[in-house]
């Protein structure tokens, strides 16, 4: 199957940093890439919708100044979280491709 | 987003014994999967079922679909420990506009040995 990768696995960082994750399509062109977030014990939720060369599309409540995407070729999107805080702290999980999905391993955030 | 619900929240078994797990949901979809995560780990993509579909195999998993009913199972045969993660269902709709997946609430299952 389809592979995407993530970068970095875990990160830990002081309040008030910024922090940059890359999700990249392995062995296939994703025009579209999805970031997830997931707190413990709780599921996956949809933060935003990453689309190559225009802008992403946040869903509600989420702060699209907080986490700014980019998604500048066709196997590489960023998620970058500026200004973290402790609530910040969770997995950040990306995918692609549509209808059948594939998702990345996941970045566990630390904001200490 | 709108999450569909699973049940049960938690399961506990003894290895040998089936797992089954539920998962309804809100609006049309053109298919349902099913993921597995183990703790604090990414997912692990189980079984895709369309929404003509009414129940696919895959090795010891059986997944069925009621569209009807807006539901779905999954039912995990002879459980090993192995097996110990939670179980999310995820669907697809077109409908919606929405072209990322809305993920259940989960189920955790654990398999004692």
Known sequence: GAVVSQHPSRVICKSGTSVKIECRSLDFQATTMFWYRQFPKQSL???????????ATYEQGVEKDKFLINHASLTLSTLTVTSAHPEDSSFYICSAREDEQFFGPGTRLTVL | SQQGEEDPQALSIQEGENATM????????NNLQWYRQNSGRGLVHLILIRS????K???RLRVTLDTSKKSS????????????ASYFCATFSMDTGRRALTFGSGTRLQVQP
Not at chain 2, 52 to 55: K, L
Not at chain 2, 73 to 84: E, K, Y
């Open chain 1, 45 to 55: 939720m949809l933060m935003a919708t990453s689309n190559e060369g225009s802008k």
């Open chain 2, 22 to 29: 539920n998962c309804s949901y809100k609006t049309s979809i």
């Open chain 2, 52 to 55: 003509n579909e009414r129940e």
């Open chain 2, 57 to 59: 195999h895959s090795g």
């Open chain 2, 73 to 84: 199972s999954l039912l995990i045969t002879a459980s090993r420990a192995a097996d110990t």
